[in-house]
């Protein structure tokens, strides 16, 4: 531990003013290399990062390359629009197909440098050898090898299967592991196409040493073989050039995007559950989505992308490029995104972010209906129910049937559309002035203040429709737990006993959630002195597939590392996914149609009462020590919670927020809550005029004093304008000084990203076992 807390100072006292460009540059790389996962963390599907190099840190070493200088390039802490270009520091909307052709170079330029790697030119020529030939009824089945490139040592392979009839006919592309899908296809009048580009069968890994000039990736190596596929197939009498279809699964589903990106004579892709480095944004894979992240795949599948990559882990708004210019690309062919919403390493809200990015380029083009999404619910594999619904959007693309094809959102709010009836409203807002958190010594000034803060904080969270208590909250058998439970998993606790409240007896609205007891040696509930248990709500992030099951760690299990944490020392914890979350996305839907006066933040809010309401209750429960610990998103609510809830003993925040006064281009944080997630959408009248909000962080933690609070804020959290929360926290210091208890407010300035690293464990609950102890 002290030679981590060394290490942090020096890196720490090397972030100072006045450095060089090299200076910047190792600096970011000293950082990388602690917020990353090791780099010679070996996964069982990592191959060689390059033809020299065994891992990314052999890699670095060999060739010397540096982070790029951050501090040159432009954030965009959302996605990168894809109409739009930069000149000369200036932005310029694309208005014609030729400025478009030459957006679409950028790009293909842009993602070879920093994820794929460079990919050769196509070969002037190639020779072709039948290896096997056959017939299955009507079908004729060929088994093919190209040979081309240099000396023709590069090789294909791939197996047709040619329907029975008169052609041309439509085309099926597909790799070695998904030729059952092929076999459907083929059912449907498709020429099938089974490709050697796949862990279990890649004839690609060779042409890393056949074309050491090009440094594209084994995936990019793949897509480019599945070109070369396309080169020999349009001279084939039985197939029309015009209806080439490819499309892959995971990690095959990446594969299939990047073809057709850059071979236009694909004319349509079905890409499935291919998350993170397929239609999943970098910028929306890190630890608060709770997805698979940019350091994960970068290190345990380092062969797939260029080793660059994964300098921009923790700094992924700093990518000039993301996925959804990539899926840009297609138009105005057609592409398809089919995925499960609840699988691990996936976040559907992502998903749907690109989705929205990329169709402005389809509306562009007058074919806003060519980009489309095919969600559904389950694991990550595919059945064959889910692959015939693919063969329909390819039918339905190339007009084979009339079968109707509608996308099917789950997240499909727009703040403009939730603003355009409120014009009256939002003037009135604006007509206000902000509340200022000040000293007073005059008791009637001071609570006058008060209550003008809780009255503005009520606005913002919105109008709670009337409501009733459950007449009884109490665990039930796990056996009824949500069937999604199942799929989703929930953090799995040692030495714990764990009780589902719900359905039938559960908290207020019908919430499920589970608490986690600590337990003895003989299994029953470890009470203190007093014979009671305290107790901590977790509430989780951005997780909007999971909920609170999982949490960010290499493995995904985060959160049942960190609960047992706590429960080892001696806390219970109680979790509920948050509103729209987990098993309650869908119940998020149509929101603001049924309450046009609440806001989601202001539903959290409520649900995290009723937790406390319902611990209240249960006998084993210590109600004068109920605590809250949220991360980013849950930071969010335990705090707007606290500031309602007088209940709330004490609370821990990490990566909560950054101030919303300063709110700018590279720090969204009223953006973000407002027009991304539609938390709390009155926060949106102030985009333009941040310093005009309502409230601000020092005014919400004001009525949180003088209990204590512990708030966590990473300084390499991206999110966040770190030196504007120090100066929002002194601020909220002096509430805590007029109650005459500063030391209840106490900071954290870890040299980390956003999230809850095991290194803040033992702080965390440091602070949790201090306010036990105070308050005996």
């Known amino acids: 531990m002290k030679c981590q807390v060394v290490f942090l100072l020096i890196i720490s ?23 990353n996962q090791s780099s010679d963390h070996r996964h069982p599907i990592s191959r060689r990062v390059t033809d020299l190099d065994s891992t990314w840190l052999e890699w670095q070493k060999r060739t010397g390359e540096l ?40 790009i293909k330029e842009q993602f070879q440098y920093w994820v794929s790697g460079m990919r050769p030119p196509a070969p002037s020529d190639f020779k072709v050898r039948i290896l096997s030939e056959r017939t299955e ?88 073989g599945a070109s070369r596929v396309i080169d020999y197939l349009v001279t084939r009498k039985e197939i029309n050039p015009k ?36 239609i999943t944004p970098w910028r929306m894979s890190d630890p608060q989505y709770v997805n698979q992240t940019l350091d994960d795949i970068a290190s345990n599948a380092a062969h797939w992308f260029h080793p660059r990559l994964r300098f921009f882990f923790g700094r992924e708004d700093k990518l000039p490029i993301d996925q959804n210019l990539l899926i840009a690309l297609m138009a105005p062919r ?135 208590k459950p007449s009884i909250v109490a665990p039930t058998d796990p056996s009824r737990v949500d069937w999604m439970d199942k799929i989703t998993g929930r953090p799995i606790v040692k030495n714990t006993k764990s009780e589902h409240i ?32 305290p107790v901590i709500i977790y509430l989780h992030e951005f997780a909007y597939a999971h909920g609170y099951a999982h949490g960010y760690s290499a493995e995904r299990q985060g959160n049942s590392r960190l609960f047992q944490s706590l429960t080892d020392n001696g806390f219970a914890v109680m979790a509920i996914d948050l509103f729209g979350f987990g098993t309650r996305m869908k119940e998020a839907q149509h929101f603001y149609s049924r309450y046009p006066e609440w806001s989601k933040m202001g539903k959290m809010v409520s649900d995290t009462r009723a937790c406390i309401d319902a611990l209240e209750t249960f006998e084993n429960i210590d109600k004068n020590k109920i605590f809250l610990l949220g991360n980013t998103l849950g930071g969010q609510v335990a705090l707007f919670t606290a500031a309602k809830d007088r209940r709330v003993a004490g609370l821990v925040t990490v990566a909560a927020f950054s101030p919303l006064r300063v709110s700018n281009s590279r720090y969204e944080s009223i953006r973000t809550l407002s027009h991304a997630h539609g938390l709390i959408p009155k926060l949106g009248w102030y985009a ?61 300035y870890p040299i980390d990203i956003n999230r809850i690293s095991e290194s803040f464990y033992d702080r965390i609950n440091m602070f949790f076992k201090n306010v036990c102890e105070a308050s005996d």
């Open 502 to 533: 719900g359905p039938y007896t559960a908290l207020s609205d019908h919430v499920a959630a589970t608490i986690y007891y600590p337990t003895d040696a003989a299994g029953n509930k470890k009470t203190r002195a007093n014979g009671k248990i």
């Open 137 to 224: 009824g009507s079908t004729k089945i060929q088994m093919i090898e190209l040979s081309f490139g240099p000396g023709y040592k590069a090789k294909m392979s791939f197996e047709l299967m040619i329907p029975g009839g008169k052609g041309p006919f439509p085309v099926y592309m597909t790799q070695w592991t998904h030729r059952n899908w092929a076999q459907l296809a083929l059912r449907r009048g498709y020429v099938a196409c089974v490709y050697a580009g796949a862990d279990s069968k890649d004839d690609t890994q060779a042409y890393q040493s056949l074309y050491p000039e090009y440094d594209f990736t084994a995936l990019m190596r793949r897509a480019w």
């Open 334 to 468: 057609h592409i398809l995104f089919q995925y499960s919403t609840v699988e691990q390493q996936l976040n559907p809200w992502a998903n749907e972010q690109s989705y929205h990015s990329a169709k402005k380029v389809f509306a562009f083009m007058g074919v806003a209906n060519n980009i489309a999404l095919a969600p559904r619910m389950g694991e990550h594999a595919v059945a064959a129910r889910d692959v015939e619904q693919c063969i329909d959007f390819l039918d339905a693309s190339f007009k084979r049937n009339n079968i109707p094809w509608n996308t099917t959102l789950n997240f499909d709010y727009d703040f403009e559309k939730w603003a355009a009836t409120r014009a009256a409203e939002k003037t009135e807002a604006l007509s206000g002035k902000p509340l200022h958190f000040k000293i007073y010594e005059d008791q009637r000034k001071r609570k006058e203040q008060e209550e003008r803060i809780a009255e503005s904080i009520d606005w913002l969270l919105g109008k709670e429709p009337s409501g009733a």
């Open 243 to 278: 209806q080439i279809a490819i499309t892959g699964h995971s990690r095959n589903g990446k594969q299939a995007l990047w073809a057709s990106a850059f071979d236009d004579r694909i004319a349509a892709v079905v890409a499935s559950s291919c998350g993170t480095g397929g």
């Open 688 to 748: 333009e005029n941040p310093a005009h909000s309502v409230v601000d962080y020092p005014e919400i933690i004001s009525r949180i004093a003088p209990r204590p609070l512990l708030v966590i804020a990473p300084v390499l959290d991206r999110y966040t304008n770190i030196p504007a929360v120090r100066e929002n926290l002194a601020t909220a210091k002096d509430a805590y000084k007029m109650y005459g208890k500063p030391e209840n407010l106490q900071t954290e």
């Open 13 to 35: 006292a090397l972030t100072a003013h006045g450095q060089t460009v090299e200076e910047r540059r190792k600096q970011y790389l000293k950082e990388s290399l602690l917020i």
């Open 67 to 106: 982070p790029p200088d951050f501090e040159q390039l432009r954030s965009y802490p959302f996605l990168p629009e894809p109409l739009i270009t930069e000149k000369d520091g200036k932005k310029q909307h694309i208005k014609t197909r030729g400025e478009w052709d030459q957006r679409r170079d950028w």
